[in-house]
């Protein structure tokens, strides 16, 4: 992997810049002078972006200073040792306008809780839609404040114009980290004196990579800004989806970067598929078509799905050939409750282009593989693994995609998703080749939960999807021209550290006594979610019971306050902690969570009612074409550069530009 010599920053560092920590000003900006996209950024040759600058005057506050932003700022761009060149020079663009906001921000904790914001004035400038075409070294320049001077060092990567793959398929496990996986295998997979009988499909892949998943400005990242790093090269702040945060108000006007989905889009005609298990404005589907500083902007989400960027249109996105998921509450009309954009009634939308729109697995199986197909299967998040097959009862909610208050009883899984999602796709995208992204979204939500059983059940899931897409890529001829990369976007503090006897737990009376029934070392056992006692080989992928007696004594780093009795939820998902007041600022543990179990007090602020994200490196699986690009320890944004030179999508300026 490249390594970047670290340039800096040019300017004065202020004293207090060096405390924003859990408050900052402007991420990825230190002094009063911000370049968008910053120092150190890498770039696709021939991608998309904007280019935000902005000069920060503190009205107050310890940074305080006494000019007004200036308004005379200039911005220059040299290719290595060249010299620099105005930017609307370099791009051939007229001077954008000068725009002009302010804007506020708590120093640290102690001004959060006196109140006591402190107020920035800002000028700012953009340049939309530029691209740089010759790989190498860029400086770019904002000289302010009669000298100052914000220096950012841009690396474009090496050309690849040779295309090596036909078709990239990317699985997104969310959340997923290593010490899940061997969870999974543990419970799933038959062990005889120490040995697996059978593995996972992930275990087969012949190349194994570390990705870092590191924010633009914090260590610790969401869904939204790691996805946007995977899908577009670029690093980003948290809520991000396909953008550089700047510091105004509006939520759609911060810096854009093209996603591999648009370029793939643009450049080479193929088709594009999305498929997640979670509601599809979420932001991993989300990131590869949206561009705005809040995913939660769920309406124009969908909107971007359809319709390209919202009021700003830089490629003709006619709409993925595929989109499956949850979420139908962002599609049906505000009549029957739904809450879409600017009203309008998503599914005709979606059917007015085209789109033959599904809402259930049994329409999914028959339809027809040749159209552009909608697939919405359920209000929010679908329904989980565990519940889908083994706690069948739990479906009884009143979630039908149609809006109408039934139940979704006929949901399909991401196999089946991912499944005709490839029939579609290779059926319409003939010699184009196809893009496709399929997410284990609920790993990560019932992780979140503490739901340990149902994210490992949501894992397997995703190993079986694997399984059968592989099986089906080579029935179709397409295995070999076809990259697989099985990844996450990040982790959570999750591990197994011994069983619990669940019975002796029940029948102990003080928490003190209960804590005997976890088993370390040598009384940690075999896993008992197989059928111990049959040497036949097995290859079913899931556990054949899911309630031992002996359960996994498995936990995440950091807890809201709950009661553990490591046992499986048979009443659907788990919800740990509960609010006692009313502006849910203070939770405890539920009192209707895991009744006869353990009490055990949070680390995590008292607001939070959920797990929360990890700093671990996340796993990567490849095989295919390219998949050499895969292995070592390196950085999220390289599976994009991987992803996108293994399509041959690093192009020089075409010619007559
Ligand atoms: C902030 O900018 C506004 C103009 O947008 C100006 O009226 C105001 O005086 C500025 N405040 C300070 C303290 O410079
Ligand atoms: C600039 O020139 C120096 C000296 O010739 C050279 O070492 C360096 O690599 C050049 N930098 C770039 C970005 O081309
Ligand atoms: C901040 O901007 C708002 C308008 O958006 C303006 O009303 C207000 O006076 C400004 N505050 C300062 C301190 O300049
Ligand atoms: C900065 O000014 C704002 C608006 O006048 C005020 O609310 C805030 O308390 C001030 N912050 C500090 C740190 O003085
Ligand atoms: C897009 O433009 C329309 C019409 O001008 C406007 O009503 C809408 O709010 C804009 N949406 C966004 C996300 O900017
Ligand atoms: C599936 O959806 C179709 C409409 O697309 C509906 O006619 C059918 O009854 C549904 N089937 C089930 C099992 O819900
Ligand atoms: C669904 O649950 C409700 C209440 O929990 C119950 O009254 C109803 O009979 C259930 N329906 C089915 C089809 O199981
Ligand atoms: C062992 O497992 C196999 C495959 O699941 C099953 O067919 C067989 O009945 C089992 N035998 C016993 C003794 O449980
Ligand atoms: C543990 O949390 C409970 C609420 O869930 C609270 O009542 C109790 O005081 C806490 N104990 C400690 C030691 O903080
Ligand atoms: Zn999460």
Redesign the pocket.
Known sequence: MQLHKSIGLVGVLLASAATAQTFQRLGACPTLGCVFPPDQADFLAGQYFDIRLEVHAPINGSEATSLMPDEEFTFTIAKGNGSAVAATEYFGLSEPELERWNFSWYEDLFARDAKKPSIVNVTAKAYRRVALYEPGEYTATLTYNSGEKTVATWFVRDLAEERKTKNVIIFIGDGMTTNMITAARLIAHKTVNGKYMTKMQMDKFPILGHQMTHSIDTFITDSANSASALYTGHKSTVNCLGVYADSSKDPFDDPKVETIAELFHRLTGGHVGIVSTAYIADATPAALTAHTRDRGQYGAVVDSFLNGITNYTWTSWGGPDVLFGGGAEQFYSPELGGETYMGKDYYQEFANKGYQVIWNNTALQAASSEEKTLGIFSVSNMAKWLDRNVYKTNLNQSLSPSGDESMALDQPGLKEMTLKALDILIKRSGDKGFFLMSEAASIDKMMHVLDYDRALGELLELDDTVKATIAKLEDECLLKETLILVTADHGHGFDVMGSVDTKYLAAQNTDRKKRDAVGTYQRSGLSQYI?T??L?Y?D?NFPSNWDPRYTLFQGLMADPDRRETWSVRKDGPREPAVAQDEEEEDFIANPEDGEGGILLNGTLPIEDDQGVHSLTDVPVFAMGPCQEKFGGVYNSIDIFFGMAECLGLARGKPSGY
């Open positions: 059928n006692g049959n036949t097995t079913s």
